[in-house]
């Protein structure tokens, strides 16, 4: 079931919803503009969920980004990107993983998935934008290493992906992972954002940057 709400009640440019996809439960999230009626999809992991998701709205997606290379973050993207005729930005660091998409598939018991083309690599992109809404793009390597973050600090909201959960952070056992990038990370570009910030993980519930960092057991806040 797709959840939906305000970025922050105060601020109501920027609405979030989210669209659980896949075997793993992963947060397929929509960004929407409500003063343009533009948005972006973040992390599609299959397409069809989000497809039907969209139909229902009144809004126009004009691109697909994506926070890592993971199969259950990027599988559907191919088709909604050709469905829907937008752009795919992802940080080419994680090309590893998109190349080999197909065959992760296969190992995990997925449907056949595409591999996606890139129109946009984002490692070194510092700001996105769409509508009236500016992102800052924050390199996080750990979990993979080109995983970035988004973060809309009009709003108070950061996409994390898989860097940090509730109660929890991403897991560094897969291949060119490191818990000491990913500690890195949460401690310079998670940890120095500002405690109310609402943070969208790439599974499970919502969390902040303040709770995580007085609470998580794995990281904790120097």
């Known amino acids: 079931m797709a959840l939906s709400g305000w970025a922050n009640k105060n601020r109501k440019m920027l609405k979030v919803h989210t669209v659980p996809v896949t075997p793993f439960m992963q947060n397929c999230t929509v960004l929407e503009c409500t003063e343009t009626k ?4 973040c992390d599609c992991g299959d397409a069809q969920p989000v497809l039907k998701f969209i139909a229902q709205l009144d809004f126009e997606v004009v691109a697909v980004w994506a926070t890592h290379g993971h199969l259950d973050h990027i599988g ?14 992802f940080p080419q660091q994680d090309d ?17 998935v595409r591999v996606p083309e890139v129109t946009t690599n984002i ?29 809309c600090a009009d ?9 940090m ?5 991403g897991r560094t056992d897969f291949p060119r992972g490191s818990f ?3 500690e890195q990370s949460i401690q310079e570009e ?7 910030t609402v943070v969208h993980c790439g599974h499970g519930p919502t969390t902040t940057i303040g709770h995580e960092a007085k609470t998580n057991p794995f990281v904790k806040a120097k």
């Open 38 to 41: 533009q948005a972006v999809v």
């Open 76 to 89: 559907g993207t191919a088709e909604l990107v050709e469905e829907l005729k937008v752009p795919f930005f």
């Open 96 to 112: 590893f993983l998109r190349t080999t998409l197909p065959e992760h598939a296969r190992n995990y018991g997925f449907p056949a």
């Open 123 to 151: 490692d070194n992109i510092k700001e996105l934008s769409f509508g009236n809404v500016k992102v800052e793009v924050r390199n996080c390597p750990g979990h993979t290493p080109g995983h970035v973050v988004f973060y």
């Open 155 to 163: 709003a108070d909201i950061v996409i994390a992906g898989d860097v």
């Open 165 to 169: 959960f509730n109660g929890s952070i």
């Open 180 to 182: 000491s990038q990913l």
């Open 190 to 196: 998670m940890y120095s954002l500002p405690h109310k």
